[in-house]
């Protein structure tokens, strides 16, 4: 009879399977303290670098790691001063060119004034026109005697050349919008041409706008005619003097480059 081999039983190796998700966990609290110890840090790019290498080298650069730090990154800090930078320089510089384009425009309206004097006074027109210039406009003021006839809006043919001087000087900003406004005094008037005080002003402002822009080197887009009527006026009307005055035409140059702080209204008043 042949002898049976008896094998010896052999201990069963303990399962050691529980060792993988072990050590994953600890590489995870590894990268996890790392990455909490790296958010506490000042440096931002060494904590970006960190974070790629540890990225890459437990999921192939994707994951968690790839989370960017809220903090902003040298090259964000100095483009931020930059910025910031930008923002002070660049209204202080505009600030600055906007007060020469003051100054300069200052100079020049102040010029066209004394030659509008110098032209009234050569012309003993003192009784019929005059200049103000304040912080919204250079105005002309003519008398309504200087230009029509009672209650009528044609300018008078002996007129004509005033009006045609005045456009010669405007000419000299052709870039600048120009007011013709209208005024009359507080009479009603109802004639077969006018049915009020606002129909009269309203046409002679036209009227005269129409005789400036006969000069070719002036540009109709910066004409406008406007008329108050009565409700503008500049003396009493309870007079007669007063009333002459409040019967006029004003020829208004408009600034560019006004002060907020100090600008006016444009009115008859000013």
């Not at 590489?27 to 960190?50: G, H, I, P, Q, R």
């Amino acid at each position: 009879m042949s002898k049976k081999t008896r094998h010896e039983e052999h201990e069963e190796h303990a399962d050691e399977s529980w060792l993988l998700p072990y050590s994953d966990l600890m590489t995870l609290l590894v990268a996890l303290f790392l990455v909490m110890y790296a958010m506490s840090a000042t440096d931002a790019k060494k904590f970006e670098a960190m974070s790629e290498a540890f990225s890459n080298a437990l999921n192939g650069g994707s994951g968690i790691l790839e989370y960017r730090s809220a903090s902003p990154t040298e090259s964000q800090l100095d483009q931020g001063k930059n910025d910031k930078l930008d923002n002070v320089v660049a209204p202080s510089t505009g600030e600055s060119d906007l007060s020469k384009l003051r100054k300069q425009e200052q100079e020049d309206l102040e010029k066209l004034k004394k030659q509008f004097d110098q032209y009234i006074a050569n012309n003993n027109l003192s009784n019929l026109l005059s200049t103000k210039l304040n912080q919204s406009q250079l105005m002309i003021t003519i008398s309504d005697n200087a230009l029509f006839a009672s209650g009528q809006a044609q300018v008078k043919d002996d007129s004509r050349q005033l009006a045609k001087s005045i456009s010669t000087m405007l000419q000299q900003f052709p870039d600048y919008e120009v007011l013709v406004q209208g005024h009359t005094d507080n009479v009603p008037i109802s004639n077969s041409s006018y049915s009020s005080n606002w129909d009269l002003s309203v046409d002679r402002a036209l009227h005269f706008m129409k005789i400036l822009l006969l000069n070719p080197s002036l540009n109709p887009v910066k004409f406008s005619p406007i008329g108050y009527g009565e409700y503008h006026p500049i003396a009493s009307n309870e007079t007669a003097a007063g009333r002459a005055k409040n019967r006029r035409v004003e020829v208004s140059i408009l600034r560019k480059y006004q002060d907020a702080a100090e600008t006016t209204s444009v009115s008859a008043g000013n």
